[in-house]
């Protein structure tokens, strides 16, 4: 949209082409700033899921022990992987060093 659907909104410009009226600018300018009404909505409903989730009490012993037990799990698993990691790794350095003396 431009000149031809607006031309009430537009001023000749010096070459020959038309300009937004600088109210016209500032008026477009301020409605892309507001949020969209979807963007709105989206962030009413996360703060009314936040709401309805968000701890109000402190964690009871029970809770705690879970929360360890599957820190525990975690950091096992990525040690883990962090041992595979650096296998792997060995492996291809080895088979890097056999390729380059077979080829000697």
């Known amino acids: 949209m431009g000149y031809e659907a607006h031309p009430n909104e537009y001023v000749k410009a010096e070459d020959g082409g038309f300009d937004r009226k600088p109210e016209y600018r500032a008026e477009q300018e ?9 963007d709105v909505e989206q ?11 968000r701890r109000t009490m402190p964690m009871d012993t029970q809770e705690t022990l879970q929360a360890l037990a599957k820190a525990r799990l975690i950091a096992g698993a990525l040690e883990q992987a962090a041992v595979e990691a650096e296998k792997s790794a060995r492996e291809a350095e080895l088979q890097a060093w056999v390729e380059k003396a077979s080829q000697a």
């Open 30 to 38: 301020n409605q892309l700033r507001q949020p969209a009404a979807d």
């Open 43 to 53: 962030q009413r409903v996360a703060d009314e899921r936040k709401r309805a989730s």
